[in-house]
């Protein structure tokens, strides 16, 4: 059964630090991993990577894949009060179709 | 892209009654769609995955005759909870999940179920 992990689970940060957030995942037919962050509504989309050591980059948040490794990483650089929500990672296998399947999740606060 | 809509965005019903759920993608024509439920500060837990013109699959766990999903056209799934208690108050959201290989999920805006 595909799996798809999380961590940390929550995490508290002053303004500025640097974040990252982990995913790792075990997927029959790998498609394509994606990172959403959600406020308080349906989540907003960040990212899509399906290739291996290409970074994406938009603005201050960044994310990679290591296909090899089985693992994601999205950075937060320069932290603010705004990018408190609960980060989710998910996973698309092509055996499942169009369904993805989600991590935990990571809470993420930044205090001022 | 695809757009998703959902509705409605809240409701509060009372123990025993039924609620129905709707999720119209507006712009796609969406053979599966699926199901979330969500608790405060938790993942998007899939309930179902909703097939046109056939039975929904459920994921284990989740109780069919309690959820009952209707997937009649290629535009509009519904979500019903039937007798709805105040353990089923969460916040249930929709998604016709990755229209083509390249591109995001697209989920409706959830809707937060209050029971009481």
């Known amino acids: 059964e595909d799996k798809v992990v999380q961590s940390p689970l929550s995490l508290v940060v002053h303004e500025g630090d640097t974040v990252t957030l982990n995913c790792s995942y075990e997927v029959t037919n790998f498609r394509s991993l994606l990172w959403y962050k959600q406020e308080k509504k349906a989540p907003t989309f960040l990212f899509m990577l399906t290739s291996s050591g290409i970074e994406k980059k938009s603005g201050r948040l960044s994310s990679i894949l290591d296909k090899k490794e089985l693992f994601s990483i999205l950075n937060i650089t320069a932290t603010q009060t705004g990018d408190s929500a609960v980060y989710l990672c998910a996973v698309g296998d092509v055996k499942y179709g169009n369904k993805l399947v989600f991590g935990a999740g990571t809470i993420l606060r930044v205090k001022s | 892209g695809a757009v998703v809509s959902q509705h409605p965005s809240w409701v509060i019903c009372k123990s025993g009654t039924s609620v129905k759920i709707e999720c119209r993608s507006l712009d796609f024509q969406a053979t599966t769609m699926f199901w979330y439920r969500q608790f405060p500060k938790q993942s998007l837990m899939l309930m179902a995955t909703?097939?046109?013109?056939?039975?929904?699959?459920?994921e284990q766990g989740v109780e069919k005759d309690k959820f009952l999903i209707n997937h009649a056209s290629l535009t509009l799934s519904t979500l019903t909870v039937t007798s709805a208690h105040p353990e089923d108050s969460s916040f249930y959201i929709c998604?016709?999940?990755?229209?083509?290989?390249?591109?995001?999920?697209?989920f409706g805006q959830g809707t937060r179920l209050t029971v009481v």
């Open positions: 998604s016709v999940g990755q229209t083509q290989m390249n591109t995001e999920a697209f």
């Open positions: 909703s097939n046109e013109g056939s039975k929904a699959t459920y």
